[in-house]
């Protein structure tokens, strides 16, 4: 029988014989050392801190005039082509002044106070005549006609003049703002359509205090149901930004 003989591949005369590698040599780990920036590098300039503040109250006063302006471009821009406006758009529209105004009962309050709601508002003499009688009944069921949204909506009778109201008219103005102004201060808010005197028209205050719409002269009950009209786009196109109440801060 045959053996094996088992011959190690390195005792062969053709094998190549391995070197053994070289121990690497241990090196020191090496450290890079970076300058430190200074503070002045990092941090915002005065004047940088100045700009970046201009810019985020921008943006707030973007946000929070937002609704005002889509409501706006929604009743004034975005609408159906061939709808007119039965009242007069006012342009520019007109601030409540910053004056004083008396109540009935002789108590003074800022005018700014009336911000916060819509307003339907006539003007006339304490004495009150036949068209200034009309008026206020019309304003008093304008607003009623409106339903759920009423509340959304003041009526307000400012009078030029220091004379009593007469009692048989106290009745009728439940639920109406009496206010007595200076007739410079009406005048320099208000003002007719020419050939026209103030008391002959109803006007329309937004929430942020501004007059912005002035109903014809003379407005009958015929014409009422179209002002009714142009009151509920209003209140439609502002519904998600207005709500009833008076929600805005007034001047004290």
């Known amino acids: 029988m045959s053996g094996f003989k088992l011959l190690d591949d390195s005792s062969s005369p053709g094998a190549a014989k391995s070197v053994p590698a070289a121990p690497s040599a241990d ?7 970076h300058a430190m920036p200074a503070p002045e590098q990092t941090l915002p300039t005065a004047e940088q801190r100045t700009g970046m503040g201009r810019w985020k109250m ?15 471009i929604t009743y004034y821009v975005v609408r159906p082509e061939g709808r007119r406006n039965f009242g007069e758009l006012i342009t520019p529209q ?5 004056a004083r105004a008396v109540t009935l009962d002789g108590t003074s309050m800022a005018l700014q106070a009336l911000r916060g709601q819509w307003l339907l508002v006539s003007v006339g003499a304490a004495a009150c005549d036949k068209l200034c009688s009309e008026h206020l009944y019309l304003q008093r069921q304008m607003r009623e006609s409106l339903g759920k949204e009423k509340d959304r909506l003041d009526w307000v ?9 007469p ?10 703002t009496v206010l007595r102004l200076p007739p410079a201060v009406l005048n ?3 003002s007719p359509a020419a050939g026209h005197q103030l008391s002959e028209h109803l006007y329309v205050v937004d929430p942020m205090g501004n007059w912005m719409m002035r109903f014809p002269a003379a407005l009958n009950r015929n014409g009422a149901a179209q002002a009714k009209r142009d009151l509920e786009r209003l209140l439609r196109a502002s519904a998600f930004w207005d709500q009833p109440g008076r929600e805005l801060k007034p001047k004290p």
Do not use: I
Not at 58 to 72: I, K, R
Not at 157 to 165: F, G
Not at 168 to 175: E, H, M, N
């Open 58 to 72: 921008l943006m707030v006063f973007l946000v929070c005039a937002a609704p005002v302006v889509a409501s706006y």
């Open 157 to 165: 009778w400012l009078l030029a003049d220091d004379a009593p109201v």
């Open 94 to 98: 007109r601030p409540l002044p910053d």
């Open 188 to 190: 320099n808010w208000l």
């Open 27 to 33: 090196h020191a780990l090496g450290l890079t050392v």
């Open 167 to 176: 009692d048989a008219l106290q009745p009728a103005l439940k639920g109406a």
